[in-house]
């Protein structure tokens, strides 16, 4: 049995391609909406929650798999550090999926890396004007009460339970902005002169995500794009498309076409 870890829209292509072969998979969403996205596949097991590293021991073992495929999300570096670990030690093959940044070779003056969020925060200190967050519901509680003259504006999912959540720590409503992504050129031009941007924090979460338009919008605005570098792993199998990745499978688990 193959084992899943999916965090990116990639995911629905990469089971689309294994569903001709087999239906025998587990997957592992981070969310009950993840999980929903994937109704219309083959799955024989399919959580919804985060797993912490016992848990995700636990989830392998009760479904036999003898290879696990880590598509979880770029940043996502404590789920990958989890599923090495339980695959070295329980003898079973680790597979990346690795989505490719898309602003790594890209040299442009108003690009500002940072290696977290302390030095995120410590450089927006400095900007004389409104940031806008882009970087997802789970932080906004970093830039509460960070000594900034400023508007922090955060946008995140539409989700009720993000929503309640940033609200009830204390952001807010006027500095929520609550949109599906990814964002076109267009309107990413139309929110930094709506709400007087100077700056935009992102990671760099690939042509998929949206960083691109992002970045081009930021730029052709003449204000900086701050990015949260991710974290760095050694990957002794690692794949960048999804072809080659579920061609790798056939091969490694011997599957004929249905």
Known sequence: MIGFILGTSEGKKILSLINKYTDEIAVSTATSYGGQLLKEYKIKD???KPLNKEEMKLWIQNNKLNILVDGSHPYAA???????????????????YERLGALE???CDNIIRVKDYDEAIEYIKTL??????T???????????IDFNYRVIHRILPSPSVLSKIVDAGIKIIDIIAIQGPITYDLEKAFIKQFDVKAILTKDSGVQGGVLD??????????????IEKTKFDYELEFNDEESLVDFLVVHENFTQH
């Open 46 to 48: 399919l959580n919804t």
């Open 78 to 96: 404590e789920v990958t550090k989890n599923a090495i670990e339980c695959s070295k030690e329980l003898n079973i093959k680790y597979v990346r």
């Open 105 to 107: 070779q890209i040299s």
């Open 128 to 133: 004389n004007g409104n940031v806008l967050n």
């Open 135 to 145: 970087t997802g519901g789970n932080n906004v509680t970093k830039f509460i009460n």
């Open 214 to 227: 992002k970045f081009k919008a930021a730029r052709d605005s003449n204000i900086k794009i701050i990015v």
